[in-house]
């Protein structure tokens, strides 16, 4: 069993690009998570899909990000015209739907540099 | 809402010495989740041990258990035995089974050293 996968590992962009990372959960697990975790912190949670539905949104998840999960498989996170403030790392997690899935696994996480 | 509060930035121990790290939290839902995870400075968050709020045992994994004082609203970890490799940042986490049921909102995180 394979864990969460994401890609790519580091990213360093300039201000004002775009950028978009990949998450691919464990297979068959229904929900995915992303996360964000500046210098210090915890995670924060930014949305949530279950399957292809997008459920909830943090009011952190500004209209420059935009998050997907096509098919209910892999997810896709945008940064539109990156900011400095954008710098972070970027984890995705998943998690099955069953009765007493409550864990949630996560990847190596994505990190990203704004210059 | 939900908060979570660990209030230790910094832990150093002598390995083979048992550690407890701190964490009290605040909600108003009646049902809940606590969680523990390890992030080694790889940066992945490795899950550790999960106590319900209605559980009326305390959670133990191996070298693992969850220290759960409802009334105190704690969730310490105790790690038995301490091991070079249990060096990391752990964080507690919380997750409401009503209203944002799905996220899960995490302390600041507790630094833990085990010293040879």
């Known amino acids: ?115 | 809402a939900q908060k979570i509060t660990q209030t230790q930035p910094g832990m150093f121990v002598q390995e083979k010495e048992a550690v407890t790290l701190d964490c009290t939290y605040d909600t108003s839902d009646q049902s809940y989740g606590l969680f523990w995870y390890k992030q080694p400075s790889s940066g992945e968050m490795i899950f550790l041990i999960y106590q319900g709020s209605y559980d009326e045992q305390n959670a133990t994994e191996g070298r693992y258990s969850l220290n759960f004082q409802k009334a105190r609203k704690s969730a310490n970890l105790v790690i038995s035995a301490s091991q070079l490799g249990d060096s990391a940042m752990y964080f507690c986490a919380m997750r409401g089974r009503i209203q944002g049921a799905q996220k899960l909102v995490f302390g600041q995180g507790t630094r833990l050293t085990i010293n040879p």
């Not at chain 1, 420059?64 to 972070?88: M, Y």
């Open chain 1, 1 to 115: 069993d394979t864990g969460v996968s994401q890609n790519p590992r580091h990213k360093i962009t300039k201000r004002g690009q775009n950028v978009t990372f990949r998450c691919d959960p464990i297979s068959e697990h229904n929900r995915l998570y992303w996360y964000r975790q500046t210098l210090g912190q915890g995670p924060e949670f930014l949305t949530y899909f279950q399957n292809e539905a997008q459920l909830e949104k943090s009011r952190l998840l500004s209209d420059r990000f935009s998050a997907e999960r096509p098919k209910g498989s892999f997810s896709t996170l945008e940064i539109q015209r990156t900011e400095q403030g954008d710098s972070a790392m970027y984890l995705c997690a998943s998690s099955p739907l069953r009765r007493g899935g409550h864990e949630q696994y996560f990847g190596p996480g994505t990190r990203l540099t704004v210059t």
